[in-house]
């Protein structure tokens, strides 16, 4: 449950799936097996909580959704409160399942441990906040805070912590990171340029004109509409997807009767799970990268968790109110 909603945050205040396989994988993926996890089951969890988070704020997906639609972000980010609850909460329900079927020791809570472990984290808590409040503020940039970051947690390191050395530690670290990120990049480039063939081959307008001539009911499109998303999220990043898709769907849903808002939830919900959806979700071979393991391994760790993430968008996509209570309970 912590690495979940841990991996949750991040991604809602990065905005982007993999970058959060690789900064928390490497962290969370040990301390997972460590408390006796198993190891597919770790694979599992690490590599489709990567894509949670996407509807809570200040998720830059549901912003771009916004842009491009012309639906009210701030309706949005209500909006995307319940549904992101529950695509976190249904897994962490089944991990909370699993812990119990494998009798895995479970420590009574320590408000002292607690307290200690607080006054340990104290330079690294204000963290994700500092970081909101540079961008948000227009201090910096996202990829300046990205440097500010790096240069505040190297100086912890050697100058707070001691625990490197600018001399023999830090590069040998720079060049282990430059080595699993230029890997990372390979996969990323290979997906982009992708990406750039299909919209140039008009290959999402093609499949969309293809299925739109199979629907004639607003469930029918919706069921339609799911498996699209779900196959466009596994060959495009999100904000490609986004930028390309919103456009040809938006006209359709709202002659369906869909509400924008409503769909902006859908559309982010499928579009997280088609980069776990095998064969070529984007976040199954970051995952195989950051854990070295063989992707088809990855297959069949992601299997579970992608069934429950999949009975979590038919609630999503099929229950309206899940997503427009909270807009309409707050609406002037």
Same mark, same amino acid.
């Given at each position: 449950m912590v690495a979940l909603v841990t991996c949750a945050f991040f991604t809602a205040v990065t905005g982007a799936? =993999?970058?959060?396989? +690789?900064?928390?994988?490497?962290? &969370?993926?040990?301390?997972?097996?460590?408390?006796?996890?198993?190891? #597919? @089951?770790?694979? =599992?969890?690490?590599? +489709?909580?990567?894509?949670?988070? &996407?509807?809570?704020?200040?998720?830059?997906?549901?912003?771009?959704? #916004? @842009?491009?639609? =012309?639906?009210?972000i701030e309706r949005l980010f209500m909006a995307g409160l319940l549904p992101g609850i529950l695509m976190v909460g249904i897994p962490c329900v089944f991990s909370v399942y699993m812990g119990k079927k494998w009798r895995l020791e479970r420590p009574p809570f320590s408000v002292k441990e607690f307290l200690s472990a607080l006054r340990e984290a104290a330079w690294e808590i204000p963290i994700p906040f500092l970081i909101l409040a540079g961008i948000y503020s227009g201090f910096s940039t996202a990829t300046e805070a990205a440097a500010l970051t790096a240069v505040y947690v190297l100086f912890l390191k050697v100058l707070v912590f001691r625990e490197l050395t600018l001399s023999r530690d830090v590069p040998r670290i720079m060049i282990a990171s430059m080595k699993m990120v230029g890997a990372i990049m390979i996969i990323l480039g290979a997906a982009l340029g992708f990406t750039n063939y299909l919209v140039d081959a008009f290959i999402p307008m093609k499949i969309l004109a293809f299925m739109e001539g199979m629907v004639d009911s607003r469930v029918g499109f919706l069921v339609i509409l799911n498996l699209f998303l779900i196959l466009v999220g596994c060959m495009m990043d999100i904000f490609s997807a986004l930028l390309v898709v919103v456009p040809l769907v938006y006209p359709l849903a709202t002659r369906f009767g869909i509400d924008p808002i409503h769909l902006g939830i859908i559309f982010l919900a499928n579009l997280g799970i088609g980069y776990n959806t095998p064969p070529v979700g984007l976040n199954l071979f970051i995952a195989s990268s950051r854990f070295e393991k063989p992707v088809v391994k990855l297959y069949k760790a992601t299997l579970p968790f992608l069934v429950l993430l999949l009975l979590s968008l038919v609630l999503i996509t099929y229950w309206p109110s899940l997503s427009l209570f909270l807009p309409n309970l707050l609406k002037p």
């Open positions: 799936t =993999g970058i959060t396989i +690789i900064a928390l994988g490497g962290l &969370l993926f040990p301390a997972l097996m460590s408390e006796k996890y198993e190891e #597919g @089951f770790s694979l =599992g969890l690490m590599t +489709i909580s990567g894509s949670l988070g &996407l509807h809570f704020p200040p998720s830059l997906p549901i912003i771009l959704f #916004g @842009f491009v639609s =012309g639906a009210s």
